[in-house]
C-alpha cells in the first residue's frame, strides 16, 4: 500500500515538472532569405545586373515602394523565444542591392542587428488631434444638423 502511494506520489510530482517546464521550451527560428556568405560576396557593382543577381541570390524578399526596380532586399532574420513570451531577434543580415537606370548593379549594402527597432505602442487607443466627444454626444450630436435647409452648418467635425 505504501509502495502504491508512493509510486503515485513520484508519478504526480513527475508529471507536474514535465508540465511547468514544458512551459520554458526555448524555440529558435529562421525567418526569410537564408545566405550564403559566398554567392553574396560575388556579387559586384558595375559586374553584375538584375538578371545575373537574380541567378546568383534568387529573388529577392521585396523590392524598394519608392524606387521601383532600383532596390532589392534580401532579409534574413533568427528569433529566439522562451515560453510563450514575444519572440526576440537574435540576429538579422539586410542585403540592399541598388541599381542603375540601365539594370547594373550599382552598390550593395549589407546591415546587422543594428537597425532593429524596438518601439512600445500606446495603450489601447491611438490619441488624436481635435475635441474629446463623449458617447452621448457622438450618438445626439449632429440631431438638427443633417438634411437641414439652407446653407451648411458647421460641426466639431467640420468647422467649416
Not at 30 to 57: C, F, M, W
Request: positive net charge; glycine residues 12%.
Amino acid at each position: 500500500m505504501a509502495l502504491t502511494l508512493l509510486r503515485s506520489t513520484a508519478l504526480a510530482g513527475t508529471i507536474a515538472i514535465l508540465g511547468l517546464t514544458a512551459g520554458c521550451s526555448r524555440i529558435r527560428d529562421h525567418k526569410g532569405y537564408v545566405p550564403d556568405s559566398t554567392l553574396i560576396g560575388t556579387v559586384a557593382p558595375g559586374i553584375d545586373n538584375r538578371e545575373s543577381v537574380t541567378k546568383t541570390l534568387g529573388r529577392p524578399s521585396f523590392e524598394g515602394q519608392f524606387d521601383k526596380d532600383r532596390t532589392w532586399y534580401y532579409v534574413a532574420r533568427e528569433t529566439r523565444q522562451i515560453g510563450y513570451r514575444t519572440p526576440q531577434p537574435s540576429s538579422q543580415m539586410i542585403l540592399a542591392v541598388h541599381f542603375d537606370a540601365k539594370g547594373n548593379v550599382s552598390a550593395v549594402e549589407r546591415t546587422g542587428i543594428e537597425k532593429v527597432a524596438h518601439i512600445t505602442p500606446f495603450g489601447d487607443k491611438t490619441p488624436t488631434l481635435g475635441s474629446k466627444r463623449g458617447f452621448f454626444r457622438e450618438l445626439f450630436g449632429n440631431i438638427g444638423r443633417v438634411g437641414s435647409v439652407g446653407g451648411a452648418s458647421s460641426t466639431a467635425d467640420n468647422p467649416n
